[in-house]
């Protein structure tokens, strides 16, 4: 069960896109369209941002997107604002009934 | 409104025990699978483990299979992860997460989370 990969940090401008990688492997991202992203701000709880690689919980906004390519997952924020600064972690079943997290990638919004 | 509200945590001996607990409201508890995720002081989330709504099936992270057990209380609407044989590393954040499992492998909402502290 290691941990999926992710940049340790990545930055952008108001109103500019990123994208956050999550790399893993066949055994998990790469076979299973299970990935799940998670926005924890600072002190606070995570909250789900995307679940099933692209899929938006009611209440989160469209500017979040996620994508899969291989053992390559991603999450787009596109026209940053200022309150998505966070940590965000993702998170993809990795068979035998269990889910492996990524290490997280803080986001800095400049 | 779902709410899940974490209690238990606290300072602990290496070798030592802990019981957690997780009051859950605002949803036909025994309808869901429940989980817990921890995370360490400064680091990334580590899933340990997750129970089905009846109880029957429960799966658990390699890092703490053999010592944790992860159980419910359907009429109390309550979640619980007994902790033995405490070590060091185990230090963390324990969050309750309701889960939706073999479907979609999602956690949400979590609670706030109570701290678990393994120290002499």
């Known amino acids: 069960q290691s941990a999926l990969t992710q940049p340790a940090s990545v930055s952008g401008s108001p109103g500019q896109s990123i994208t956050i990688s999550c790399t893993g492997t066949?055994?998990?991202?790469?076979?299973?369209?299970?990935v799940s992203w998670y926005q924890q701000r600072p002190g606070k709880a995570p909250k789900l941002m995307i679940y099933?690689?692209?899929k938006r919980p009611s209440g989160v906004s469209n500017r979040f997107s996620g994508s899969k390519s291989g053992n390559t997952a991603s999450l787009t924020i596109s026209g940053l604002q200022a309150e998505d600064e966070a940590d965000y972690f993702c998170?993809?079943?990795?068979?035998?009934?269990?889910?492996?997290f990524g290490g997280g990638t803080k986001l800095t919004v400049l | 409104e779902v709410q899940l509200l974490e209690s238990g945590g606290g300072l602990v001996q290496p070798g030592g025990s802990l019981r957690l607990s997780c009051a859950a409201s605002?949803?036909?508890?025994?309808?869901?699978?429940m989980s817990w995720v921890r995370q360490a002081p400064g680091k990334g989330l580590e899933w340990v483990s997750v129970?089905?709504?009846?109880?029957?099936?429960?799966f658990y992270a390699n890092s703490v299979k053999g010592r944790f057990i992860i159980s419910r209380d359907n009429s109390k609407n309550t979640l619980y992860l007994q902790m033995n044989s405490l070590r060091v590393d185990d230090t963390a954040v324990f969050y309750c997460?309701?889960?939706?499992?073999?479907?979609?492998?999602?956690?949400?909402?979590w609670g706030q989370g109570t701290l678990v502290t393994v120290s002499s």
């Open positions: 997460v309701k889960t939706i499992w073999s479907a979609s492998y999602r956690f949400d909402p």
């Open positions: 066949s055994s998990d991202v790469g076979t299973y369209n299970f």
């Open positions: 099933e690689g692209s």
């Open positions: 605002g949803f036909t508890f025994s309808s869901y699978a």
């Open positions: 129970i089905g709504g009846d109880s029957v099936t429960t």
């Open positions: 998170c993809s079943f990795a068979g035998s009934n269990t889910v492996v």
